[in-house]
């Protein structure tokens, strides 16, 4: 079992930064790899970032350049650095973790971002 719990969700303009954090507990020793997917109204979830245990990153095309995806391993904490927000970035961001040999999904609560003038 894995918790995720993140923070920093806010009302943003555009252009303006924001950067979430995901603090995770519980079996992290089993953590294949972490990110963020998030969820707008009326839309399906998608995962915008992603960081494996051996460091490789991928970002959804659409946040690549904007986004970054980040990990402190003695904090168990993974951050998404997002610059250059868009109203369309607007969602609920979720943290997630593949676990274990099954890869079993965990989610988070979510964090609402909201990009408006």
């Known amino acids: 079992q894995v918790q995720l719990v993140e923070s920093g969700g806010d009302v943003v303009q555009p252009g303006g930064s924001l950067r979430l954090s995901c603090a995770a507990s519980?079996?992290?020793?089993?953590?294949?790899?972490m990110g963020w997917g998030r969820q707008a109204p009326g839309k399906q979830r998608e995962l915008v970032a992603s960081?494996?245990?051996?460091?490789?990153?991928h970002y959804k095309d659409s946040v690549k350049g904007r986004f970054t995806i980040s990990r402190d391993d003695a904090q168990n904490t993974v951050y998404l650095q997002m610059d250059s927000l868009k109203p369309e970035d607007t969602a609920v961001y979720y943290c997630n973790a593949v676990v274990g040999m099954r890869m079993l999904d965990y989610w988070g609560q979510g964090t609402q971002v909201t990009v408006s003038s």
């Open positions: 519980g079996d992290i020793f089993d953590i294949n790899a």
């Open positions: 960081i494996t245990s051996g460091g490789s990153i």
